[in-house]
């Protein structure tokens, strides 16, 4: 069971009744005071008993000098995978295999390592004639635990994964089928190196200098979390009360301590071909200032008007795929396309304007915009890397410094370091994860990698996932989110009812109920909570 924690109402009584000063006003403007933006049932009672002492155990390091090597053509195979030509230079051994198309496809490694601990695991692979690099998953013993990246190219080279926790005895390691069209040579097996805790001392300011107080607060209770807690999360288009929250409430007695919710209603050409209006900036009011929750927010950006194609194959409310719109960012970021600038300039001006009432009440946003950039099935990654580090750029001087939008805390995930903005213009690295059903790894390897993404330390996040992570093996591989969000719809729901079909409900009952993750009632009085 959950531990019992003191809930207090002395650290917020006094804060709903005090006025706290105004970062960033403009001189001679009322200071702020939250109980005007309240309704009388506003949440009184918080926790005042978390323990930021807390320590995770380190992962276990493997023997150093392990080494394991295993040819492909020595695996098992599934589905069509099969020895193919020699063709390609780089392979070690005698052949290599290939034929990966369909999820069925698979090459088996068994590997027997000596002790519980991190390792690394290296494919030696190459895509052969295809004009991309090619994302695959990993999985060990049928459970996935990350993907690996076999970049573009007609030889074969070294494809890691690190930070894979095994335990001592045999596992079947597969390398399979996503983003196929590649081959596998071999598999190396080495002793990684453990998380350490140094990546949790994260000492940035707010990227935004004028950010307000409570941005300020939320931020610093971010980072006292980090490493010690993983907080919950959840995407719900209709609010606290929704379809979402309230399976999740009923089958744990929890709340999810942050609400995800999504912009994309207010984009001007959703507004006007849509006819209605949105409310994901009315539910983000009400759970922060009502029930003392945390608020993420997405755009999936609906390309202006005049980049809808808008036909049966292509409507209008997918206009946030690069398929459904003809868009091309890099003629707008060059200045081919001069109108196109004005196009996104005046989009950008009618969110700023819909999020206004949460800047007024000062309502801390984590802002995910431009999410998923590299992938390049969203217009704003259909592009070069470039033009899309320039209309970040744009968005984030637009929104803070024409507009003043001082509530938002800016979180980035492109999927790609190579799309990283920098450190300026991000304070949180996230990752989106859709692991396979009921694939509960901690994606110690995928965490890793991000802490070196950023040449200062930033929190890091699961901005979005499909499968909720077990909160035992994140603690034991020392890879603690900051928070996961976990999306809408069949993630968690199938007609309005519970479903399994990703995470079973055992592991609902975890997650809500561990003592290493933090739920709505655990979170303490945020616009009272102490900054530096």
């Known amino acids: 069971m959950k531990k019992s924690m003191t809930r207090g109402a002395s650290a917020c009584l006094a804060a709903v009744t005090a006025l706290l ?281 609906n390309a202006p008007d005049a980049y809808l194609i808008n036909t049966g194959d292509h409507p209008w409310y997918s206009g946030f795929y690069a398929e459904h719109c003809t868009l091309d960012l890099d003629k707008i970021a060059d200045g081919t396309d001069a109108a196109g600038k004005d196009a996104l300039l005046a989009d950008i001006k009618a969110i700023a304007e819909a999020m206004e009432p949460l800047r007024e009440a000062q309502v801390p946003v984590l802002w995910r915009p431009l999410h998923e950039a590299s992938g390049g099935w969203f217009w704003w990654g259909n592009c070069k890397k470039e033009s899309y580090l320039w209309l970040w750029n744009l968005v984030y001087d637009q929104m803070v410094n024409v507009y003043g939008l001082h509530n938002l805390i800016w979180v980035w995930n492109g999927q790609d370091k190579e799309w990283y903005p920098g450190d300026k213009t991000v304070d949180i690295v996230g990752m989106d994860i859709y692991a396979d059903k009921h694939a509960y790894a901690s994606q110690s390897s995928t965490f890793s990698e991000l802490t070196g993404w950023s040449s200062e330390r930033k929190l890091i996040a699961l901005s979005e996932n499909g499968v909720m992570p077990d909160p035992e093996l994140i603690q034991r591989d020392n890879a603690v989110w900051n928070w996961f969000a976990t999306w809408s719809g069949e993630f968690v729901q199938e007609y309005t009812r519970a479903t399994e079909a990703y995470t079973e409900f055992a592991m609902w009952d975890k997650v809500y109920q561990s003592e290493d993750t933090l739920t709505l009632d655990e979170l303490p009085c945020l616009w009272d909570y102490p900054m530096e």
């Not at 150093?64 to 392979?91: H, I, L, Y």
């Not at 007695?253 to 009315?282: C, F, H, N």
Request: hydrophobic share 35%.
């Open 21 to 301: 000063s105004c970062t960033g006003c403009s001189a001679g403007k009322p200071k702020y005071d939250i109980t005007q933006y309240q309704d009388t049932t506003a949440r009184k009672e918080f926790n005042t008993s978390l323990d930021f002492t807390k320590k995770t155990a380190a992962a276990a390091g493997a023997p150093a000098d392990f080494k394991w090597v295993g040819q492909a053509e020595d695996g098992k195979f599934t589905g069509k995978v099969s020895e193919v030509n020699v063709e390609f230079p780089g392979f070690v051994g005698n052949s290599y295999v290939g034929n990966f198309t369909s999820p069925e496809d698979t090459v088996i490694f068994t590997v027997e390592v000596p002790a519980d601990g991190v390792y690394n695991l290296s494919f030696n692979t190459c895509v052969g004639f295809a004009e991309t690099d090619k994302i695959n998953p990993v999985t060990v013993d049928g459970s996935a635990v990350g993907s690996i990246t076999s970049v573009m190219g007609k030889e074969f080279s070294e494809s890691p994964l690190e930070n894979v926790y095994l335990t001592a005895g045999t596992h079947e390691i597969a390398a399979g089928t996503e983003w196929g069209y590649y081959f596998v040579d071999q598999l190396t097996v080495t002793a990684g190196e453990p998380i350490s805790d140094s990546v949790y001392e994260v000492t940035a300011a707010l990227s935004d200098p004028d950010a307000f107080d409570n941005s300020k607060r939320l931020y610093k209770f971010l980072r006292d979390c980090y490493g010690r807690y993983t907080i919950t999360g959840q995407y719900c288009d209709k609010g606290k009360f929704g379809t979402e929250m309230n399976l999740i409430h009923e089958e744990t007695g929890e709340y999810p301590a942050i609400l995800g919710l999504d912009m994309i209603d207010y984009t001007p050409s959703r507004v006007q071909y849509g006819g209605g209006t949105g409310k994901a900036v009315d539910y983000a009011k009400d759970f922060y200032l009502n029930s003392g929750g945390i608020v993420t927010m997405a755009w999936h950006w």
